[in-house]
């Protein structure tokens, strides 16, 4: 199985802040990488898929970069609906496994 | 909108079967490469992929659990039921049901889950 880990488990930031998170896989998987943002009591929300494309209506203060085996997901300038916390998961085959989560809370 | 719903039990006694449904409107089975996922989350902990189910019955499990796990649909019904054997108290945890598409892999629309604790 491909595991996925992702640094840091935690971060403290500001509003307007620039965050980056990243996820790495234990072997290359291309660009079969997906975000989500969870929030506290809700569903996974999709960011991001194959490694850099936004889903429709997500904000552009959100990207995603890299291939193979390492990834990063960063939001640009931080806005108070983004606190929550980040998911990795691998789209390269099954089974399909998710990071540990990155949370992001208010400084 | 595209919705996707769990249902099933709240509160399962170890040892006894888990069955969930998952119900969901604006897309359907009949359409090529739309397919169905479940995914657990304890509580305070990550995701975690459980089984998949596609238009055209190819069916995914999680290594880890599939001996205890059965996946099937009903095209017109718009469901898919989860069935896990022999549960125990480890499996207390939220149950999402999710859609992907074209064995992209990635979930686009969840459902907003259901906690199902193991406890006698």
């Known amino acids: 199985d491909i595991q996925m880990t992702q640094s840091p488990s935690s971060l403290s930031a500001s509003v307007g802040d620039r965050v980056t998170i990243t996820c790495r896989a234990s072997?290359?998987?291309?660009?079969?990488l997906t975000w989500y943002q969870q929030r506290p009591g809700k569903a996974p929300e999709l960011l991001i898929y194959?490694?850099?494309r936004n889903r429709n209506g997500v904000p552009s203060r959100f990207s995603g970069s890299g291939s193979g085996t390492d990834f990063t997901l960063t939001i640009s300038s931080l806005q108070p609906e983004d606190f929550a916390t980040y998911y990795c998961?691998?789209?390269?085959?099954?089974?399909?496994?998710f990071g540990p989560g990155t949370k992001v809370d208010i400084k | 909108q595209i919705t996707l719903k769990e249902s099933g039990p709240t509160l399962v006694k170890p040892t006894q079967t888990l069955t969930l449904t998952c119900t969901f409107s604006r897309f359907s089975f009949t359409t090529t490469g739309v397919g169905v996922g479940w995914i657990r989350q304890p509580p305070g902990k990550a995701p975690e992929w459980l089984a998949l189910?596609?238009?055209?019955?190819?069916?995914r499990y999680s290594p880890s659990l599939k001996s205890r796990l059965t996946i099937t649909k009903d095209t017109s019904k718009n469901q898919v039921v989860l069935t896990m054997a022999n549960v125990d108290p480890v499996d207390t945890a939220t149950y999402y049901c999710?859609?992907?598409?074209?064995?992209?892999?990635?979930?686009?629309?969840w459902g907003p889950g259901t906690l199902v604790t193991v406890s006698s």
């Open positions: 072997q290359s998987i291309s660009s079969d």
């Open positions: 998961q691998h789209t390269y085959s099954t089974p399909l496994t």
């Open positions: 194959l490694a850099s």
């Open positions: 999710a859609r992907t598409f074209s064995r992209d892999f990635y979930f686009d629309y």
């Open positions: 189910i596609y238009w055209d019955d190819d069916k």
